[in-house]
């Protein structure tokens, strides 16, 4: 594992290339014409009303469905499957109640390298254990964790293949409002270090600005881009960014884009 002040080379480069999305079998249109290329390292978000696409568009990029029109290259590969270097995390962590915390973040290494491998990745579980403040309850099950730290430990399974680029869908949706600004400034000081491409579905309008290098803001369904919102904020970004003069204006602008693309979704 990289130590932590070693600034990882990213160069995986992502594009969406006119991705439509059809349920088969239904007629129900998700997205229609994506086009969206990320810059490796960057933090870009997808906000937009319950039921646009958001879910659908993530999951076509982490390879778990195809779309029925246009397509989704990893360094020129189209994605077909979930492809290496991604992680993904979804809003409520799966974790597997009768392994413990350490068990559940190794994981990912025991189902792709075996168990024996998995043991040998313990002391790298430990550190991102300890970097996401869950020192001390490695050996704990799921059920003894609050939500909070469930999620914690969601993500140092998602990081313990080193991904270089993370999907996330609404990881902090399920979260009380100070524990998901706490996460927040977590998630913004792991994809630095590491320098991960991150892409984040939110429902937040703040939360899209203060993370982001770019807001997507989506249309009603069938999901449509409809205004790119290039937030500009110095970085890192703390609890003062949240008073910066610009703050509220990037807010007030995705306010808007949402407004035009019918109606925003305040929850
Ligand atoms: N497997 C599916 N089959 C049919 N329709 C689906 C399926 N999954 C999602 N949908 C529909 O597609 C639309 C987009 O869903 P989704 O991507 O989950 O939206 P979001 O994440 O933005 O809330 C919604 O209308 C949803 O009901
Ligand atoms: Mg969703």
Redesign the pocket.
């Known amino acids: 594992m990289n130590s932590p002040s070693a600034i990882a080379q990213n160069s995986t480069q992502y594009r969406i290339e006119d991705v439509s999305h059809t349920?088969p079998g239904?007629d129900?249109e998700?997205?229609k014409n994506v086009s969206i290329d990320i810059k490796p390292g960057s933090f870009i978000s997808f906000i937009?009303?319950?039921?646009?696409?958001?879910?659908?568009?993530?999951?076509a990029m982490a390879g778990l469905l195809t779309p029925s029109h246009g397509q989704i290259l990893i360094n020129d590969d189209q994605v077909d499957g979930p492809p290496d270097g991604v992680g993904i995390m979804f809003q409520k962590a799966t974790l597997l109640p009768w392994r413990t915390t350490i068990e559940n973040v190794l994981l990912p290494i025991e189902l792709r390298d075996g168990a024996k491998a998995a043991k040998a990745h313990t002391d790298d579980a430990m550190s991102i254990i300890e970097t996401v403040g869950l020192k001390g309850f490695e050996n704990a099950y799921p059920g003894e964790l609050s939500g909070g730290m469930a999620q914690r430990a969601a993500i140092c399974r998602m990081l313990i293949t080193e991904p270089d680029v993370l999907l996330l869908?609404e990881p902090f949706g399920a979260l009380d409002e100070l524990t998901r600004e706490r996460m927040d400034l977590e998630l913004q000081s792991i994809a630095s270090t590491r320098n991960a491409t991150v892409v984040l579905?939110t429902h937040s309008i703040p939360e899209a600005v203060f993370l982001s290098d770019t807001v997507y803001a989506?249309s009603a369904?069938p999901?449509r881009i409809s205004e790119i919102i290039e937030v500009d904020l110095p970085r890192p970004r703390d609890m003062d960014t949240l008073n910066h003069p610009d703050f509220a204006k990037f807010v007030s602008r995705v306010r808007t884009a949402l407004n035009k693309g019918h109606g925003v979704n305040d929850d």
């Not at 937009?48 to 999951?59: H, R």
């Open positions: 349920f239904t129900i998700a997205l937009g009303p319950s039921g646009c696409g958001k879910s659908t568009l993530l999951n869908d579905v989506m369904r999901g």
